[in-house]
């Protein structure tokens, strides 16, 4: 019996943490494009974001970012804006809403977003991949867990 109610009680705080997760369509965005709460409801690791921006399957961020912090990171980019001193210039929101969906802050970029499920923008008559049948089955390319360890690691990146 005493197993049971250890189970239920584990169980029970495993959906209370699953429910804290923003899902990406119920994000609070202010004004500005910035996302003033977590998506988790708890703190990101700076050093799982880390491997995050730095590992093709996943961000890869530093395919278009330069990072001088990461002096052991191979072929990094030079076509977005070099990532030190990223905490210097945005706060921990605005850097949470330009890692979800760099668009809302800088219309122009082409960064894609990272916690974002639609809408998109086809790129016209030369695309040619079939796209998802149903919208609930475009998943985003990071999860919410990701997306908060990528930004408590740009906040270590500081002048």
Not at 53 to 59: E, P, Q, V
Not at 77 to 103: C, F, H, M, S, Y
Not at 106 to 119: D, I, L, R
């Amino acid at each position: 019996m005493q197993n049971i109610l250890i189970l239920a009680a584990l169980a029970a705080s495993l959906g209370v943490a699953a429910m804290a997760e923003t899902v990406p369509n119920a994000i609070s965005w202010a004004e500005d494009g910035s996302i003033p709460e977590s998506l988790t409801g708890t703190a990101g690791n700076p050093d799982e974001g880390r491997v995050v921006m730095t590992t093709n399957a996943l961000g890869n961020c530093v395919a278009c970012h330069a990072i001088a912090a990461m002096p052991d990171v191979p072929f990094q980019g030079n076509i977005a804006p070099q990532l030190d001193g990223a905490a210097d210039r945005w706060t921990e929101a605005q850097l949470r809403g330009i890692v979800v969906d760099a668009k809302r802050t800088f219309p122009e970029s082409f960064m894609p977003g990272m916690y974002k499920v639609g809408p998109f923008i086809r790129p016209g008559v030369a695309y040619t991949a079939k796209p998802p049948e149903k919208p609930e089955d475009i998943r985003p390319i990071l999860s919410a867990r990701q997306v908060e360890d990528v930004v408590a690691y740009l906040m270590t990146l500081s002048e």
